[in-house]
């Protein structure tokens, strides 16, 4: 736990008492600060008061002794409209921060050199993140990896010299703290998202941008530069007199980093050099994986990892579980589980990275189904359709991919198996990306990404991949 001594003497609300929520309130605690905890859900409040925080409903309590709101993500700071308790909090002049802010704080007053990686984007986010801690670890760095990929970042152990920090922030954690200042910011890429909490597509990326422009005066920024709004934001920070370290897997750049034919490449100066290669590591495949790999190898570099110890990071690195993870073999028929695969755009980026695919989609479907998976669509050897999507997946596939429908992953499973045995095929994938949220069936994706592996583990003669 990192203690919040920032507030030592103070009283604080925080509001959301959920993973991170209560993990403000025992490192704000165990700082000498006084807290008070509010929370909409009945059970929260009765599992804070049960550690020991005093609980109120924070409307009807003064807001004037109050030195800060800790504020959960979950709830909306700007659009659609401020949550009740960032009125109470503006009105009384109490400043609204999170938990990453509290982190930022605690950083600056023990140990401002410590490194401190802080990663976003729309796609890809956790991968880079995984990866990132996963070659610092590799390269010998007492490494903490936490934030919006799973661990609240307070309960991770306090920023030391030498201890490297490697965060996952959403939009909404870098909106909580004003004061995001990392040694590397990594921003991969921006597309439309979270609208209804951000009011436009300009606002969203504008919230993007301060984690890279808040990047410490010696440290580096890093931005994927295949959209335009990362093109644009690399612009500002470097007319800002700022370093950036600019990265693109779809066009050359004169200074930063590529990817070609599988080798990472270092251009600066007009010459190119080789730092990592990444081809043939299933973990990696695919274009938007050597978008994350890039990025990775820009920040351990930037934090003294060498090429030796990168190359052999990348190449042992395991995945995330539910995304593109390899989890077996049956003969040369290798079975993939990216259960993460809840919508069609998601599904788009395993569909691209197989040749000759035996897909397992379906689900309770999202608007627009699969029809913007078309061009993938010669790709799939056989579809295999579960759950309620099924019949409207089967009328988009109808005389363009041939499909059976399965039900259920137990069906779905031996027979896609059992057909891509009798392909022929070289390298045949079984792969489900199901293109749809999992709640028809399963209480969520990882849920489902957990039968998969079972059923294919538990196949006759499946090896681990």
Known sequence: ?????????????????????????????????????????????????????????????????????????????????PHWSV???????????????????????????????????TNGKSTTTALVAHLMQVAGYDTQMGGNIGTAILQLEPPRAGRVHVIEMSSYQIDLAPSLDPSVGILLNISEDHIDRHGTLEHYAAVKERLVTGVQPQGAAIVGVDDGWCRAIADRIEQSGRRVIRVSVKRPVADGITVERGMILRAAGGAREEIATIGGIGSLRGLHNAQNAACAAACALALGVTKENLQ????????????????????????????????ADAAAHALSSFADIFWIAGGKPKTGGITSLAEYFPRIRKAYLI???????????????????????????????????????????????????????????????????????????????
């Open 312 to 343: 052999k990071g990348l190449r042992s690195f395991p995945g995330l579980a539910h995304r593109m993870e390899q989890v077996g073999r049956l003969g040369s028929v290798l079975f993939v589980n990216d259960s993460k695969g809840t919508n």
């Open 1 to 81: 736990m990192i203690p919040v001594t920032s507030f030592a003497g103070k009283t604080v609300a925080v509001f959301g008492l959920g993973g991170s929520g209560l993990a403000s309130c025992h490192a704000l605690k165990a700082g000498g600060a006084e807290v008070i905890a509010g929370d909409d859900s009945a059970d929260n409040l009765a599992k804070a008061a049960q550690a020991g925080f005093v609980t109120a409903d924070l409307r009807k309590v003064s807001w004037k002794n109050f030195a800060a709101l800790v504020l959960t993500p979950g709830a909306p700071l700007t659009h659609p409209a």
């Open 387 to 465: 759950g309620e999507a099924a019949k409207e997946f089967s009328a988009t596939l109808e005389g363009r991919v041939a499909y059976e429908i399965s039900d259920t992953l137990e069906v779905a499973i031996p027979n896609a198996a059992r057909d891509a045995e009798a392909s022929g095929i070289p390298d045949p994938v079984v792969l489900l990306s199901p293109a749809c949220a999992s709640f028809d069936q399963y209480r969520n994706f990882e849920i489902r990404g957990n039968r998969f592996r079972d059923l294919v583990l538990a196949l006759p003669g499946v090896k681990p991949p």
């Open 87 to 121: 009125l109470l909090a503006r009105e009384a002049g109490v400043e609204v921060i999170g938990d990453i802010e509290l982190f930022c704080r605690e950083r600056r007053r023990h140990a401002p050199d410590a490194p401190f990686v802080a990663i976003t984007g």
